[in-house]
């Protein structure tokens, strides 16, 4: 069974940090490359940050410097930690996971399988 799993949102005040957690299905782990995506209030979904099987991770111009993707290979997670956070960083965020080639990692329709988001909340 495919599943994703999102935790670790919550409300947050400007510049505190938060980590966000996917445990994602074995047999999607191994052989798929996972992605962070969000979605603001009455905005579209973006990318947020996604990391390669071979660990090479890529960053939206707004999470480069203050987010840091990562995972851990032994128990089929990934993280993303995310500081100093804005009101701007505040929307639903979800962990994905597709096949996607590099130039089209922004894309939502290359990742197949969605969590069901988290809510990350900063407040002013």
């Known amino acids: 069974q495919v599943q994703l799993v999102e935790s670790g949102g919550g409300l947050v005040d400007v510049g505190d940090s938060l980590r966000l957690s996917c445990e994602v299905s074995?047999?999607?782990?191994?052989?798929?490359?996972v992605g962070w995506f969000r979605q603001p209030p009455g905005k579209e979904r973006e990318f947020v940050a996604v990391i390669f099987r071979s660990t090479h991770t890529y960053y939206s111009d707004s999470a480069k410097g203050r987010f840091a993707i990562s995972k851990n290979n032994v128990n089929n997670m990934v993280y993303l930690q995310m500081d100093t956070l804005s009101p701007e960083d505040t929307a639903v965020y979800y962990c994905?996971?597709?096949?996607?080639?590099?130039?089209?990692?922004?894309?939502?329709?290359?990742?197949?399988?969605w969590g069901q988001g988290t809510q990350v909340t900063v407040s002013s």
């Open positions: 994905a996971a597709g096949r996607p080639i590099l130039s089209a990692i922004h894309n939502p329709d290359m990742y197949y399988y």
């Open positions: 074995s047999n999607i782990f191994s052989s798929h490359t």
